[in-house]
């Protein structure tokens, strides 16, 4: 399975909603702490990009020591219709500067480096220390991943539905199943329905894990092949 650091790297690195969460009173509308860019610096830094003249640009360049402590919450939301549907959450906390002259007229680059952070996802929960965010690498699938469950859901609703027979006898009855999160090592289905009306999470692995979408495609010709017989 995937570390706590790679998990939490990734969630940074995907398209997830995020807000950075201001310390002390703020008068700010909620849509004014969502940084419009996001990225990882090659140090591990996490990189924020927001208009000039936001909340959070001011609250950094007035901080003592041009220095802020916040947090950066990113909430994970399957890109499916499934029950339950956010899958996790990560937040990252550090120190907020602001690195001028770099985004352009009307912007600024906001430096956050990372002191810790804790992820909460359907893997489990786990805290992040800044030298395991900074080594960690993101998932390879993690910018196909939503548009990649969207396909599996509206043109091979058939084939995933077929995998309730690797699943088990817990998976008897059900009538919906749902690809709910894909990732290097495999593909996460969920389950609901049936007589009792329940919902679980069933997980299949790839044979080996995958670096690229040539990859994917194999082993998932591979799973539902091997759901087949």
């Known amino acids: 399975m995937p570390s706590a650091a790679e998990r939490t790297r990734t969630l940074v690195q995907s398209t997830c909603s995020a807000v950075v969460l201001l310390p002390g009173p703020v008068v700010a509308r909620p849509e004014q ?41 990113i909430t994970d939301v399957a890109p499916v219709s499934v029950p339950n549907r956010i899958r996790g959450r990560a937040r990252v906390s550090g120190r907020l ?9 009307g912007r600024m680059l906001l430096r956050l480096e990372v002191g810790e952070a804790r992820v909460d996802d359907l893997w489990g929960t786990g805290m992040v220390e800044a030298e ?10 993690v910018e196909h ?44 289905v969920r389950f609901s329905g049936g007589a009792t009306g329940r ?3 069933a997980r299949f692995d790839f044979r080996e894990p995958v670096r690229d979408i040539v990859g ?10 091997a759901a087949a017989h």
């Open 33 to 73: 702490l969502v940084p419009q860019e996001r990225s990882v610096g090659p140090d591990g830094e996490v990189l924020l990009v927001f208009p000039a003249d936001s909340p959070v640009v001011r609250a950094a360049t007035h901080a003592q020591d041009d220095e802020l402590a916040v947090v950066l919450e």
């Open 97 to 105: 500067t602001c690195v001028r002259g770099v985004a352009g007229p």
């Open 132 to 141: 395991a965010f900074a080594a960690a690498a993101a998932d390879p699938l």
């Open 145 to 188: 991943e939503a548009e990649l469950l969207q396909h599996l859901h509206t043109a091979h609703s058939d084939q995933v539905r077929r995998l309730c027979g690797l699943a088990g006898d817990r998976a008897a009855g059900t009538t919906s199943a749902v690809p709910v999160a894909m990732d290097r090592f495999g593909l996460r």
């Open 199 to 201: 919902v679980f999470d």
């Open 216 to 225: 994917l495609r194999r082993a998932m010709h591979q799973l539902f092949e």
